[in-house]
């Protein structure tokens, strides 16, 4: 079968552009060169010679040439395996399990990948579970040189996740690293690493909610990957965000953590005896830290630098702020700031407690257009110095472009169109506890700008007012947020979008700016835009760059001096504000902070990792071509996915998350089988290594993937990794006659076979019954795996045979007045085949349960004709049978168009993912309004119907991801909330079920539902899928069923009806 797979998906795969390997680019002049090397030397510390500086050679794309490296060196490239990973592996297996350990080329390709425009392959992928783990695994990393690099959510984008030597992945493990406690109403939170933190944000609001707290806290840093990056990323570069500026990032935020060293002992800040102890164990780090601090703070010039450069946002180096803010006579503080945007160079944070900060309720938000964009920079300072505004964020003229494609904002704000080549705008939000506060916030504003004279496009008074409306601010809030997207959206295909992360003192900016865009004009990067957060003086430099030949890199390493010398030289500004050092500008961090200060950056890292154990290379590195090597390209594979960013925020909605591989994963992986297909001349190694790339592809790509398209959901560029993989299994099936024949058949003869599954239900059922449960599991589980995962595995959640259809209820006098009350009813093929779990037949089926509520609210019910044989082809369209399931969806919409009169009828579909099915393939537009999910239809029609009330104490909820797709998910919620006292939701993107997917392949909804965490008195269980359902009463104690069984128990007809 593999083999069969593979041949199958050589032929078929679309013929990607050829991608040759980039050769050494040419060096630049040998004097600068030199020159540079020198400096860097001299500011290296005797001691910090643990590692040789490799000899410059330029830039290099992956795949890098071999350059015939056979001696062991701990520099990018030249960590080899010369029996010191086998040996870390070997007493590594007594701590975490071989199978939470990765070697395998697809695995190690597919962590090789972060968000940033690096590619290091490591040698060892280590999941772990958690803190007790790592401090067991760091001494041993030690012992074997083989040094570490942790990762949590891989968003970070200046190459700080990526590594050639162990990498640990903390996340996608489950419920492990995802512990927090809320204390002291809100104020405080402790998180481990591997929650996201948007989801930090949505827990403190369940908390208010829940504790009828009066003020809603939040989490300080607010970034644009706030609902995918995780908090040990946050910690590690010290994020930051639109709205947050310096006052409220993690460092001034943070109150306490954990840390695992190097040598494996654990610090808890929060403990005095944890405290105490270190003291004393550490005496020679502590030391050396107080000394350093002591140094700094006697020097009053590097001690005014360092106050200087911390005044604005600033990512570059070390925190030496650390140095300078706390007396060194409590050292602990010290160590517990300088670990903040350390990205896991000087130790782990295992955990992290933060004061949280107010979320005032009442804002508002203005998008002004102004002829210029220095003027626009000018407006942000005069913000910055006379008022409290929250956010000001900056729009050059190339961002507005972007702008004009976005028909809401157009809407909102038309004259963007008008600005002319030097125009800019500014997005300025105000906030306040109460709406008078708020007011009095925005008078400051347009007083202070007002007053300073300024140019704008418009009257700004009657053209960019301040809006309070959530749903106008909202649009303008979310288009700041796609820029980048929109940027990478555009691009060529097979190059990336880079995200340059810069800041300077805000009354620079405007200069800074114009520079920076005259600089990306010069070398031709005609897409650049320069956006921000203005009032803080940060950009972010957005651009596609290719790494496809030497010409591509070359002019990537000249503009980047360039810029490094704009920003850190004329403007004395951060080269890196917000997103952390990384790779990206280790080798600049000196020009801009000096050869003192970056002396002793050198110094604190010899202090806490003298072996150089921990992610070298980051941050601080003697290269200084580091920046421009080991690139990512990426090749041309598949249009469905060229535009992939492999930013990594689709990960966390996929269900394959912890058991195979994610979007992100693979994409990438197949951008490499792509790569290697297009190399006209494979030598043996680069055939082996497709031929396995292909195998493994099957099951890690393929066969676990749900494609249920949740990853399109949280896709900046609008990405479904599902309908790649669905055209894969396409062009694998084409040329299978026997199983294209099988599909048609089961179609023409749908209704017949369809007739026969109840009873074939019913008599599983009924061996259930005889046998028990522990036989039919162990005998449809070696079917399954003797039939490569055909058969289905049996557990107790498995339904009974649907009951017969109820017949159309016809009222018996029509209703007095208003609309007709007339609706076509499909009950989905899967209700009409699966019944209740076996225990429940008395309840009947979704069908029976969704006519008693129609017939309470008085409605004449119609069935599509032919019903017996209508499907909406989903069960063929997820295997890969496009035709076969396009045939069948056009015959039902056939029969809907005949039922509903044209779409004049409204028609509620029980099963929600079916609804989506139908909608993805419809061709006649007259029933796009006319279809509906139940409860979206019973929200829309019922609620004022019938007569509601409370049934239940607490219920659960599992809106399915095709529902979440269609924007029901509230109504979902305030439905089962008339019916329910309290309701919790699943909290899971998607279970994983895919139709019967997650019945072959149980592993997945099993890794999927690993999350599932419902509170003790959930008495019940309620989603739109018959299938989903199934999964998720296997993975809980919660018996789980279809909403309309909770409806209908929890109204009664109105007398009025």
Not at 333 to 341: A, H, T, Y
Not at 471 to 477: F, G, I, S
Not at 505 to 514: A, N, P, R, S
Not at 622 to 650: N, W, Y
């Amino acid at each position: 079968a593999p083999s069969r797979a593979r041949h199958t998906m050589r032929r078929s795969r679309s013929i990607a552009l050829a991608l040759r390997a980039a050769l050494p680019l040419v060096q630049r002049p040998a004097v600068a060169r030199r020159t540079a090397v020198a400096a860097r030397n001299a500011a290296v510390p005797a001691a910090a010679a643990a590692t040789s500086s490799p000899a410059p050679h330029g830039g290099t794309v992956y795949p890098v040439p071999d350059r015939g490296v056979t001696v062991y060196s701990n520099v990018d490239g030249g960590r080899i395996d010369d029996g010191r990973y086998t040996a870390f592996q070997k007493d590594a297996s007594s701590i975490v399990p071989m199978e939470r350990m990765y070697t395998d080329p697809v695995k190690t390709f597919a962590y090789g990948t972060d968000a940033s425009f690096y590619r290091l392959l490591p040698q060892v992928v280590v999941k772990i579970h958690g803190e007790d783990e790592v401090k067991r695994i760091l001494p041993i990393a030690a012992k074997h040189q083989t040094p570490v690099t942790f990762r949590a959510a891989g968003t970070s984008l200046s190459g700080q996740a990526v590594t050639d030597s162990i990498l640990l992945k903390l996340s996608h493990t489950g419920k492990n690293f995802r512990n927090y406690e809320i204390k002291n109403e809100g104020k405080e939170i402790t998180l481990e690493p591997g929650l996201i933190l948007g989801e930090v944000n949505r827990l403190l609001a369940k908390y208010k909610q829940k504790h009828g707290i009066k003020e809603q806290y939040k989490m300080g840093p607010d970034p644009s990957s706030i609902d995918s990056c995780m908090i040990g990323g946050v910690v590690a570069n010290n994020s930051s965000g639109m709205c947050c500026g310096v006052a409220q990032n993690t460092y001034h935020t943070l109150k306490d953590m954990r840390i695992v060293f190097v040598d494996g002992t654990v610090l808890d800040t929060s403990d005095k005896a944890s405290r105490e102890a270190f003291l004393k164990s550490h005496k020679s780090l502590v030391d050396g830290v107080v000394a350093l601090a002591s140094r700094v703070q006697e020097d009053e010039d590097l001690s005014a630098l360092i106050t200087k450069k911390h005044k604005i946002k600033c990512t570059t180096g070390y925190s030496m702020n650390a140095l300078v803010d706390h007396p060194t006579s409590d050292p602990i503080e010290i160590i517990k700031r300088l670990m903040i945007g350390s990205e896991g160079t000087l130790g782990f944070v295992s955990q992290a407690t933060y004061n949280t900060v107010i979320d005032h309720p009442h804002k508002a938000s203005a998008f002004i257009v102004f002829k210029d964009v220095k003027e626009a920079c000018r407006a942000a300072a005069v913000l910055r110095r006379e008022t409290k505004v929250d956010a000001v964020e900056l729009f050059d003229r190339a961002s507005l472009t972007q702008c004009e494609g976005h028909e809401q904002i157009i809407g909102l704000v038309p004259t963007i169109a008008d600005a002319p080549r030097t125009g800019a705008a500014l997005l300025i939000e105000c906030r306040g506890a109460t709406d008078e506060e708020l007011n009095a916030g925005i008078k400051a504003v347009t007083d202070a700008i007002d007053g300073a004279g300024m140019e704008y496009l418009n009257d700004r008074e009657s053209t960019y007012p301040f809006m309070k409306d959530e749903a106008v601010y909202k649009v303008y809030w979310d288009v700041r947020k796609g820029l980048i997207p929109l940027v990478g959206s555009s691009r060529q295909a097979g190059t990336s979008v880079l995200i340059e992360d810069v800041a300077c003192e805000v009354d620079k900016l405007g200069d800074m700016t114009q520079d920076l865009i005259d600089m990306f004009e010069r070398f031709g990067y005609d897409d650049a835009s320069c956006m921000g957060h203005a009032l803080e003086g940060n950009l972010h430099l957005v651009f596609s760059q290719g790494f496809r030949n030497d010409e591509e890199v070359k002019k990537y390493s000249a503009m980047m001096q360039e810029m490094c010398e704009i920003v850190a030289i004329k403007y004395s500004g951060s080269l890196k504000a917000e997103h952390g050092t990384g790779r990206n500008v280790a080798p600049f961090v000196e020009m801009e902070w000096g050869k003192k200060a970056y002396d002793i950056m050198w110094e604190l890292k010899e202090l806490f990792d003298p072996e150089y154990v921990l992610n070298p290379g980051v941050i601080l590195n003697r290269d200084p071509d580091t920046h421009q090597k080991f690139l990512k390209p990426k090749p041309v594979a598949d249009p469905i996915v060229d535009m992939c960013m492999e930013c990594g925020f689709c990960e966390s909605n996929c269900p394959s998350r912890d058991l195979s591989l994610t979007p992100r994963q693979r994409i990438t992986v197949y951008r490499e089988i792509s790569r290697l297909q297009d190399i006209p001349s494979r030598t043996q190694a680069e055939q082996s290594r497709l031929d396995e790339f292909l195998d493994t592809f099957t099951y890690e790509g393929n066969s676990t993937c749900a494609a249920d398209g949740m990853c399109q959901v949280k896709c900046p560029v609008g990405i479904n990794t599902g309908e790649l993989i669905k055209s894969i299994r396409e062009r694998e099936l084409k040329n299978q006659g026997t199983a294209n024949s099988g599909a048609n058949f089961l179609a023409k003869n749908f209704g017949a076979v369809s007739a026969v599954v109840p009873s074939f239900l019913n008599m599983v059922s009924t061996f259930h019954g005889i046998l028990g449960g522990g036989v039919l599991k162990s005998v449809s589980g070696a079917l399954n795996s003797a039939t490569g995962s055909m058969v289905p595995v049996w557990n107790p959640h498995m339904p009974t045979g649907a009951p017969k259809l109820p017949e159309p209820y016809k009222p018996a006098v029509a209703t007095a007045a208003g609309l007709p009350r007339k609706v076509v009813y499909l009950p989905s093929c899967v209700t009409r085949m699966m019944g209740p779990v076996k225990g429940e037949e008395s309840i009947g089926g979704v069908p029976d349960a969704m006519m008693s509520i129609l017939k309470k609210a008085n409605y004449e019910v119609v069935y599509p004709e032919g019903l017996g044989s209508q499907c909406c082809g989903m069960i063929f369209n997820s295997r890969g049978f496009k035709s076969t399931a396009s045939s069948m969806g056009s015959d039902l919409e056939e029969a809907l168009m005949v039922a509903s009169e044209g779409g004049k009828l409204p028609i509620v579909v029980d099963t929600s993912p079916c609804l989506a099915q139908i909608k993805e393939q419809l061709s006649n537009p007259a029933l796009r309004f006319a279809l509906y999910e139940p409860t979206e239809f019973i929200s829309n029609h019922l609620v004022d119907k019938l007569e509601w009330k409370q049934v239940k104490d607490h219920v659960a909820i599992h809106v399915p991801c095709s529902s979440k797709k269609l924007g029901v998910e509230n109504t979902f919620a305030k439905i089962a909330g008339m019916c329910a006292k309290e309701v919790t939701p699943s909290g899971i993107p998607c279970c994983g079920m895919a139709g019967d997917r997650g019945m072959r392949f149980p592993e997945l909804t099993g890794s999927s539902l690993s999350y599932l965490d419902l509170p003790q008195g959930c008495s019940d269980g309620y989603s739109t899928s018959r299938t989903c359902e199934m999964s998720l009463s296997n993975h809980s104690d919660v018996a789980f069923r279809g909403l309309v069984y909770l409806v209908d128990e929890a109204t009664s007809a109105k007398a009025t009806n």
